[in-house]
T-cell receptor
Framework: NAGVTQTPKFQVLKTGQSMTLQCAQD?????MSWYRQDPGMGLRLIHY???????DQGEVPNGYNVSRSTTEDFPLRLLSAAPSQTSVYFC?????????????????FGEGSWLTVV | KNEVEQSPQNLTAQEGEFITINCSYS?????LHWLQQHPGGGIVSLFM???GKKKHGRLIATINIQEKHSSLHITASHPRDSAVYIC???????????????FGKGTHLIIQP
């Protein structure tokens, strides 16, 4: 299994540009989420999905859109990039809602995407 | 919103030492995760706990629900254990759907040979 595949690894954008961070998982997980990681702060939830066709906002959703047309894919779109969106982004998936279920409910993370907006 | 505090923020130790990283949270939870973030960024799940203690190799995780506290221990530490260790919790009453986890800021561990 490839697990969670996240692309690109690195990206530099100019202010105002748009782009999409791709996330795909091959484990048939219902739950997928996007986080951003900033220096001195814990990971913060941007958007999440509990299944195909269902998405919802997390803690810091402004400036980002998501969609979940298939179980496998959960892309994150930056609509008009701003320097405040410079961050490291992580996609994650799990079989059940994060924190619930049995001890086998492991969270799987992508390798991260380093985004710089200039 | 749950407040998650980890201590210490930074820890440098010698190879072979017994390591303890602590995590405290403010509100009752349904589960707690320990994660490891390697240099270069990848994040790996180590444990999910809702009670008691779990062990995997040289890693041991414990949780005290009454005291709202968890510890991650590393026995016989090795330089390859150098990483950031992150605690994350999910509250008991977390909204009408999945609103994810609340993460600590992480503990940066360096094990010197």
């Amino acid at each position: 299994n490839a697990g969670v595949t996240q692309t690109p690894k690195f990206q530099v954008l100019k202010t105002g540009q748009s782009m999409t961070l791709q996330c795909a998982q091959d484990m048939n997980h219902e739950y997928m989420s996007w986080y951003r990681q900033d220096p001195g702060m814990g990971l913060r939830l941007i958007h999440y999905s509990v299944g195909a066709g269902i998405t919802d906002q997390g803690e810091v959703p402004n400036g980002y859109n998501v969609s979940r047309s298939t179980t496998e894919d959960f892309p994150l779109r930056l609509l008009s990039a701003a320097p405040s969106q410079t961050s490291v982004y992580f996609c994650a998936s799990s079989y059940q809602l994060l924190g619930q279920g049995t001890s086998g409910n492991t969270i799987y993370f992508g390798e991260g995407s380093w985004l710089t907006v200039v | 919103k749950n407040e998650v505090e980890q201590s210490p923020q930074n820890l440098t130790a010698q190879e072979g030492e017994f390591i303890t990283i602590n995590c405290s949270y403010s509100v009752g939870i349904s589960a707690l995760h320990w994660l490891q973030q390697h240099p270069g960024g990848g994040i790996v799940s180590l444990f999910m706990l809702s009670s008691g203690k779990k062990k995997h190799g040289r890693l041991i995780a414990t949780i005290n629900i009454q005291e709202k506290h968890s510890s991650l221990h590393i026995t016989a530490s090795h330089p390859r254990d150098s990483a950031v260790y992150i605690c994350a919790v999910r509250g008991l009453y977390s909204g009408g759907g999945a609103d994810g986890l609340t993460f600590g800021k992480g503990t940066h561990l360096i094990i010197q040979p």
